[in-house]
């Protein structure tokens, strides 16, 4: 019997392919809302992040969720974004 394949996903900050459990999700709720899906089960659209500063810091740099999202993206969701990220290293 094979192995099961892991699912890969690409860091939307560095373009790197990853195993899709080494990456954050950051996720547009059907409402609106642009949150952490730490657990990965979170309805709505989502984009993954290395869990790296240099990535996370890339986000609000580039606006990166805009392009993901295809929707503007306030600045202060960036920021939050950034102290959650950050906080928990």
Excluded at 15 to 34: A, C
Excluded at 44 to 55: D, E, I
């Amino acid at each position: 019997m094979e192995p099961k394949k892991q699912p890969v996903r690409t860091c939307i900050a560095c373009r790197t392919e990853k195993p899709k459990r080494e990456l954050i999700r950051v996720v547009k709720t059907p409402s609106g809302d642009i949150v952490l899906d730490r657990a990965g089960k979170l309805a709505g659209r989502g984009a993954y992040v290395c869990p790296n500063a240099a990535c996370v810091r890339l986000l609000g740099k580039k606006k990166l969720l805009n392009k993901a999202f295809s929707a503007p993206v306030e600045e202060e969701v960036y920021r939050r974004l950034e102290e959650e990220f950050l906080g928990t290293e």
